[in-house]
C-alpha cells in the first residue's frame, strides 16, 4: 500500500465534526434555491395540465380558453416535441407527455407558459381535454391476478426451497401489507431553463441527477448532449424523488425556453407535487418459511408485488435491491424470493432512501418476529442463531460473501447499552398492571449493501484546481440535498493538501465540468466523489511535492504538508508559495480524477454476483407504549448504533443516522397513501399526510458511532456510506408496537400489523388479537 491510499494520509480535517457547509445559511434563510435566483427579464412561469382521471384514451386537447387570457404565452403537448417524446431513465416508451391514454390522475398533458405562476396555473385549468374513460385497475393484488406488470419478474433462487419447506420440523406462512411513502421535501420539483446561442440551453435543476436532466433535455429539444448544461447548486431534499422524475420538470421548462426564445422557471405546487410525481413503492409480500425447533431457517420462500404504477421508471432496479436485502442479517440456505412489478393506474413509482431495501428488510424482521411468537421463542435468541457467521460458505442468497462481519458485535453492544434486561421485565411487568397503556421493546439489526446495483453507475468524476495563491477550486459529479456531501468532499481535498478547510471552494455541480456522472443515490455519493477527488487532488499534490523537493535540495519522501505549509526538514514555505513556484516552472495544476468501484460484478438474468462493494452494520432497541382503545403510538426511547467505517465527518453522520431513522419511522407509523376509488390520490398535503413532527422524535434518543471500525476495503479514509442504512432502523419501532400489541394476547400469538402502524391499523390488530383469543378460548371449550 503506497503512501497515497486513503487509510494512511495523516488526518488532521477528515474525522473531524465539522459543520455543513451550507448550515448557517440555512437557519438564517440565506441559502439560495432555484426559486430564490434573480429572474432574467421575460422570465415565463410554466404549469402542467394534468389528468383528472386515472385512465382513459385522450380524444382531444382545446387550449382556446387558455390562450385568450391576458399574459399567457403558449399551450404545447406532444405533438410540439422537435426531438423525442422520452423521460424514461432506463427504457423507452416513457413519455413526457400523454398521447393517446392517461393512465393515471395527475398525468402530464400539456404544458403552459404565462407572464406569471399564478396565471398560468390558471390557465391550465382553462385546457379542456377531451378524455373516454376507461377502467382502472388501483389495487395491487388485482394487478397481480390480471397478470398486468410493466416488466418480467425477476427472481433470486438458491439451494432447493420446495425440499427444504417440506422437510422442515415448523412450517409457518403470512401476508404483510407494507405502504408507500411520500418524499416531502421541502422544495418542491423545479427547473429554470435559460436559453442560449446556437440552441443551447443552460438548465437549473432540482435533481439528484444533472447527467440525466441534461441527456433527456437535448433528447427532447433534438439537440446534442454538448447542447445543453445542467447545473445543481442545493436542493431542498430528495430522498430519491428527484433522482430520475426531476426530468419531467426540467423537460418541459427547456421546451418552453426553446419554443418561445425566453427563460422559463417552473416549479410545482404541493398538491401537483405529491399527486403527480412518484413514491416509495408499496407492496404485498406473501410468504412462507420452514425452520426447526430453536428457530433456525431451513428454507424461506418470498413473493412481492410491487407497486410500479402506471411505468416502469426505476421498479426493475427497486425490487433487485429488495430481493437483495431480504436475508439482511440472516443465513438462508435455501432460498425464493421474486419481485412482480405490477401495473397500476397510480403514478409511476420510483426511488425512495433505501431504494427497495427498507420492503426487504421489513419483510424477514416480520417473518423471524413470527417465527419467535408462534414457537415461543426469545426473537433476539432466533435472530442470533440465524446471523451470517464468520464461517467459510456463508454467503448471501445471490452469491455475494458476507465478509467484515460485524453484527454480532453492533447487536451485543446496543442490547447492553439499551440496558435490555432491566427494561425487558419492566415493561413486562408494566403490561401485566395495565391493561389499556400497552409498551412494547424490540431490537433489530441491519446488514446493507453499497453500490449501484447496476455495475456501470459505480464511477464518479472530479475536478480539482489549485490556483496561485493557494486556493483551491472544487467540482465533482454528486449534488447536495442537505446531506452535506459537499463538505465531506471538500473535507477529502483539504486533507490531502493540509490546508484549512475555508481554502477550498466548494462550487455548483455542472455537466460542463464533471461529465457522465452517476446520480447522486445508494448511498454512494462520499464513497464514489470523495475518492475521485482525493485521486484528482494527490496527482496535484505528486507534481508540487517534485518541485518542492527540488526547491529545498531533498528527495521527494522528506517533504510534509502540514497547517498550510510545506516542510522539509526545518525548512518550510507556504502552500500558495509553493503553488505559485510550480506555475513559474509551468508544472499543471489542475486534474480531472476519476474512479471506478473495484471488485463488484453483477449478472441481471441470473440474479447472482457481487453487487455490492462492502456492507455496513447497524442496530436499533426502540421502546414504544400504545392505547389498546384508540390505536395511538409513541416512541419513548431509541437507542442506535451504526458501522459507518473511519467516518469522515462523524457530526454529519450522527445527523443522517438521526434524520434517516425518524424518516424510516414516519413511513412506518404515520405516513399513509391513499387513493379513492376513481385513483384520486387523497393525501396531497400536510393537511392530509401525517409526517414526524418534533414531537414524534423519541424523548430519549441515543444515537452513536461504532468506534474504531474502518472499512477493511479501499474506500475514501476508509470510511462507510450513511445516508441509507439508518433508515432501515426505523423498523425497531414498528416491531417494538407489534411487541407491544402482543402483550394483549397469550403467549404464541404473533399479531398481523399492516404498515404503517396508524392508529386504525394498530387498533384493527389489537381488536384481531382479541377475537383470536376469544375464538381459541371458545374452541377449548
Known amino acids: ?58 380524444k382531444s386537447i382545446d387550449p382556446a380558453q387558455a390562450l385568450a387570457m391576458e399574459g399567457v404565452a403558449g399551450v404545447w403537448w406532444a405533438k410540439d416535441v422537435p426531438g423525442h417524446n422520452e423521460v424514461g431513465p432506463i427504457l423507452n416508451g416513457e413519455t413526457l407527455f400523454a398521447e393517446d391514454i392517461v393512465d393515471h390522475e395527475g398525468r402530464v398533458i400539456a404544458v403552459v407558459a404565462a407572464r406569471d405562476f399564478e396565471t398560468a396555473y390558471r390557465a391550465a385549468k382553462k385546457v379542456k381535454v377531451d378524455i373516454e374513460p376507461l377502467e382502472p385497475v388501483l389495487d395491487i393484488e388485482e394487478a397481480h391476478r390480471r397478470r398486468s406488470y410493466v416488466l418480467p419478474p425477476q427472481e433470486v433462487i438458491d439451494g432447493d426451497v420446495e425440499t427444504a419447506l417440506a422437510n422442515a420440523p415448523h412450517v409457518l406462512s403470512g401476508t404483510l401489507h407494507m405502504g408507500g411513502q411520500d418524499h416531502f421535501y421541502l422544495e418542491t420539483q423545479i427547473a429554470y431553463a435559460i436559453p442560449g446561442e446556437n440552441g443551447e440551453m443552460l438548465v437549473h435543476s432540482s435533481t439528484q441527477h444533472p447527467t440525466e436532466v441534461q441527456h433527456h433535455v437535448a433528447l427532447i429539444l433534438g439537440l446534442h448532449a454538448n447542447a445543453v448544461e445542467c447545473q445543481v447548486r442545493r436542493m431542498g431534499g430528495g430522498f430519491g424523488g428527484k433522482e430520475s422524475q426531476a426530468t419531467i420538470i426540467a423537460g418541459a421548462a427547456a421546451l418552453v425556453a426553446a419554443k418561445t426564445g425566453k427563460p422559463c422557471k417552473m416549479r410545482l405546487k404541493r398538491r401537483d407535487d ?7 413503492h408499496d407492496y404485498v409480500a406473501n410468504w412462507k418459511v420452514g425452520v426447526d425447533s430453536l ?12 407497486r410500479a404504477g402506471n411505468l416502469p421508471d426505476l421498479t426493475g432496479p427497486v425490487i433487485t435491491r429488495t430481493l437483495t436485502h431480504t436475508d439482511n442479517a440472516y443465513h438462508i440456505p435455501h432460498a425464493r424470493f421474486i419481485g412482480h412489478a405490477c401495473k397500476t393506474n397510480t403514478v409511476s413509482n420510483t426511488a425512495f432512501r433505501g431504494f427497495g431495501g427498507p420492503q426487504g428488510i421489513l419483510t424477514i424482521e416480520n417473518i423471524i418476529d413470527t417465527i419467535a411468537r408462534e414457537l415461543k421463542l426469545d426473537p433476539n435468541t432466533v435472530r442470533a442463531i440465524n446471523y451470517y457467521g464468520d464461517e467459510t460458505g456463508m454467503v448471501t442468497p445471490y452469491g455475494q460473501p458476507v465478509e467484515d462481519n460485524r453484527l454480532i458485535e453492533v447487536t451485543e453492544a446496543v442490547l447492553t447499552s439499551a440496558d435490555w434486561q432491566q427494561r425487558r421485565a419492566e415493561i413486562d411487568a408494566h403490561n401485566a398492571a395495565n391493561p389499556v397503556i400497552r409498551r412494547g421493546l424490540a431490537m433489530m439489526p441491519v446488514k446493507f449493501g453499497i453500490s449501484f446495483n447496476l455495475t456501470s453507475l459505480n464511477q464518479a468524476g ?23 456531501l459537499f463538505v465531506k468532499v471538500a473535507q477529502v481535498v483539504a486533507e490531502v493538501f493540509q490546508v484549512e478547510l475555508d481554502m477550498v471552494r466548494i462550487s455548483s455541480t455542472a455537466t460542463g465540468k464533471v461529465p457522465n456522472t452517476s446520480a447522486t443515490a445508494a ?25 518542492a523537493a527540488e526547491h529545498f535540495g531533498v528527495e521527494e519522501e522528506h517533504i510534509i504538508y502540514r497547517e498550510g505549509r510545506v516542510h522539509a526538514d526545518n525548512e518550510s514555505i507556504s502552500f500558495g508559495e509553493l503553488a505559485k513556484m510550480a506555475w513559474l516552472k509551468r508544472v499543471q495544476l489542475s486534474e480531472a480524477g476519476h474512479y471506478a468501484t473495484p471488485k463488484i460484478h453483477w449478472d441481471g438474468k441470473t440474479m447472482k454476483g457481487r453487487p455490492f462493494f462492502y456492507f455496513t452494520y447497524g442496530a436499533a432497541v426502540a421502546e414504544v407504549a400504545i392505547d389498546t382503545l384508540t390505536g395511538e403510538s409513541r416512541c419513548l426511547r431509541a437507542d442506535i448504533l451504526q458501522d459507518v467505517g473511519s467516518p469522515l465527518n462523524p457530526a454529519i453522520d450522527l445527523g443522517q443516522i438521526e434524520g434517516a431513522f425518524v424518516q424510516g419511522m414516519g413511513w412506518l407509523t404515520c405516513e399513509e397513501l391513499w387513493w379513492d ?21 423519541p424523548p430519549e434518543f441515543n444515537v452513536r458511532i461504532l468506534d474504531n471500525a474502518p472499512n477493511r476495503e479501499e474506500t475514501v479514509f476508509r470510511s462507510k456510506a450513511i445516508g441509507e442504512p439508518p433508515l432501515m432502523l426505523g423498523v425497531s419501532v414498528w416491531l417494538a408496537i407489534r411487541d407491544a400489541i402482543a402483550s394483549v394476547g397469550k403467549g404464541g400469538i404473533a399479531p398481523q400489523l399492516d404498515a404503517p402502524a396508524t392508529p386504525e391499523n394498530v387498533l384493527r390488530s389489537v381488536n384481531a388479537l382479541k377475537e383470536r383469543m376469544k375464538k381459541g378460548l371458545d374452541d377449548s371449550r
Open 1 to 58: 500500500m503506497t503512501d497515497n491510499t486513503p487509510l494512511t494520509v495523516q488526518r488532521s480535517i477528515v474525522g473531524k465534526g465539522v459543520a455543513h457547509d451550507s448550515a448557517a445559511r440555512h437557519v438564517a434563510g440565506a441559502a439560495n434555491y432555484i426559486d430564490d435566483m434573480p429572474e432574467l427579464p421575460g422570465t415565463l412561469h410554466a404549469a402542467f395540465v394534468l389528468s383528472p382521471v386515472a385512465h382513459g384514451r385522450l
Open 274 to 280: 405529491m399527486a403527480g410525481t412518484g413514491k416509495r
Open 295 to 306: 428457530g433456525r431457517i431451513q428454507g424461506l420462500d418470498v413473493e412481492y408485488l410491487a
Open 462 to 484: 472530479a475536478l480539482v484546481h489549485v490556483y496561485l495563491d493557494g486556493s483551491i477550486f472544487l467540482n465533482h459529479g454528486g449534488t447536495e440535498m442537505g446531506q452535506g
Open 523 to 547: 448511498s454512494t455519493g462520499s464513497d464514489l466523489n470523495g475518492m475521485a477527488a482525493f485521486k484528482a487532488a494527490n496527482a496535484i499534490k505528486a507534481r508540487m511535492t517534485t518541485v
Open 677 to 697: 376509488k376513481t385513483g384520486r390520490l387523497r393525501t396531497v398535503g400536510p393537511s392530509t399526510y401525517k409526517i414526524p413532527g418534533s414531537r414524534d422524535v
